[in-house]
């Protein structure tokens, strides 16, 4: 997972122009984001055809804001530069409900 720790909606533009890509929005102080990192390369793997980014939420609190991402760890799915899909929330997520969430926009 390549890891983008200042996003703008140029630089978005450019990553989620092509293919499957998912953005995962987190911090380095939050328990429940790091609660999801040994899970995050077992996700990948589960969806091969994807592109996994990890966005800094605060190094890109701008384009976060802009995209009403307020609570972490959240996903966003991107499909050739079209949003499909997100699971916002402040809520822990576990391997499941991701993985269940990703299924769910294929």
Not at 22 to 49: G, N, T, V, Y
Not at 90 to 101: A, L, N
Request: proline share 5%.
């Amino acid at each position: 997972m390549k890891k983008i720790k200042e996003l703008d909606q140029n630089k978005l533009n450019e990553i989620t122009k092509n293919g499957r890509v998912i953005l995962e929005f987190s911090a380095s102080w939050c328990p429940d984001c790091r609660f999801l990192d040994p899970f995050m390369p077992e996700i990948e793997k589960d969806f091969p055809k994807a592109k996994f980014y990890n966005i800094d939420r605060d190094g890109s609190i701008d384009l976060a804001k802009k995209l009403n991402i307020m609570g972490i760890p959240s996903f966003v799915v991107y499909q050739d530069g079209k949003e499909i899909g997100r699971l916002v929330n402040k809520d822990r997520k576990t391997k499941k409900e991701v993985e269940d969430f990703l299924r769910s926009v294929d």
